[in-house]
């Protein structure tokens, strides 16, 4: 076994079948709360969530909400004005162009308002079990560090990780990657002490 792949295997023991951290019940709920995720914490959204899906069920009562209203019960998220707009437009063009139900490509998707390639794909690797691998911050750091990317460019760091991990393991990866970098791998000063793959991890900066 190659070291890539030994590191993958090492992730999958430490970190099996973990999930996503934000809370949702179908395709509808998992597009708004990833668009929210952006520049807040999941923790966050989650407590924004509970009331909002309560208020909007799915895209035809956020099609019709009034902004202002969107905006309070969004306020704590960060850039929540923005978002706000983004959550209305979103769900009128998935009532307007797709009879109401959440697209599965990652084409449609990205037509949608809020949506660019990293929401698109994590609507489609957890709301419909479909091969795709999301890059957020977490991913692209830890992916960096350990060798298997070499780019801040969130689409070329999927495009190298894609080429090391298995098409089967990607969803699943994904999630690794990013528990290991809350975890472990993180920003400021990394756990290396207690990491899984410090023997196999390239990264020069080891808080040791």
């Known amino acids: 076994m190659d070291k890539n792949q030994e590191i993958i295997e090492r ?9 996503s951290a934000l809370h949702y019940e179908n395709p509808y709920e998992l597009l708004v709360a990833t668009i929210l995720a952006a520049q807040c914490t999941d923790v966050r959204v989650n407590i924004v969530t509970k009331d909002l899906f309560k208020r909007y069920p799915s895209p ?11 905006e309070g019960y969004i306020k704590t998220c960060g850039l929540y004005k923005n978002k706000a707009k983004n959550l209305i437009a979103c769900a009128q063009r998935i009532m307007s162009e797709y009879g109401g139900i959440v697209p599965h490509t990652e084409e449609e998707l990205t037509t ?29 750091r830890v992916s960096n560090r350990i060798g298997f990317a070499h780019s801040n460019d969130p689409d070329k760091v999927e495009e190298e990780d894609k080429k090391i991990i298995r098409k089967e393991d990607w969803s699943q990866a994904h999630h690794w990657l990013i528990w ?26 080891k808080n040791l």
């Open 11 to 19: 992730l999958r023991k430490e970190y099996g079948n973990t999930e």
């Open 60 to 70: 035809k009562e956020l099609a019709g909400a009034d902004l202002a209203e969107v």
């Open 112 to 140: 949608l308002a809020g949506v660019g390639r990293k929401t698109a794909n994590v609507v489609l690797a957890f709301a419909f079990g479909l091969p795709a691998f999301p890059v957020d911050t977490h991913v692209r």
């Open 180 to 205: 290991h970098g809350r975890r472990v791998c993180k920003a400021q000063k990394p756990l290396c002490g207690s990491c899984c793959i410090e023997d196999l991890c390239p990264y020069p900066n």
